[in-house]
Nanobody
Framework: QVQVVESGGGLVQAGGSLRLSCSASGLPSSTYVMGWFRQAPGKERAYVAG????????YYADSVKGRFTISRDNAKNTVYLQMNSLKPEDTAVYYC???????????????WGQGTQVTVSS
């Protein structure tokens, strides 16, 4: 049984940092691409970052480029999203997802977590 569980969300002041973690059990980590998405209140879910199975390639949305870093530890079946220089507009529920392709298309991801709330105060 596949389980994807995010953790690490919380409340932080603008300019601060958070590190999100995503544990993906029941998946062959050496095969799956992992991605982070977010959904702000009243907005559609949007792609944030992605990383290939062996960390050979990463992708970032323009809005987070230079501030967020995605990484993974396949031995722990865990992917991370280090978020620095946070802005109020980064406030959202952050979702972790697993798929076979490095893509911003939600439909290409097979497994999703329940999400973790990130709130950035001004």
């Amino acid at each position: 049984q596949v389980q994807v569980v995010e953790s690490g969300g919380g409340l932080v002041q603008a300019g601060g940092s958070l590190r999100l973690s995503c544990s993906a059990s029941g998946l062959p980590s050496s095969t799956y691409v992992m991605g982070w998405f977010r959904q702000a209140p009243g907005k559609e879910r949007a792609y944030v970052a992605g990383i290939t199975s062996r960390s050979t390639s990463t992708y970032y949305a323009d809005s987070v480029k230079g501030r967020f870093t995605i990484s993974r530890d396949n031995a722990k079946n865990t992917v991370y999203l280090q978020m620095n220089s946070l802005k109020p507009e980064d406030t959202a529920v952050y979702y972790c997802a697993a798929g076979l392709y490095l893509s911003s298309e939600e439909g290409l991801y097979d497994y999703w977590g329940q999400g973790t709330q990130v709130t950035v105060s001004s």
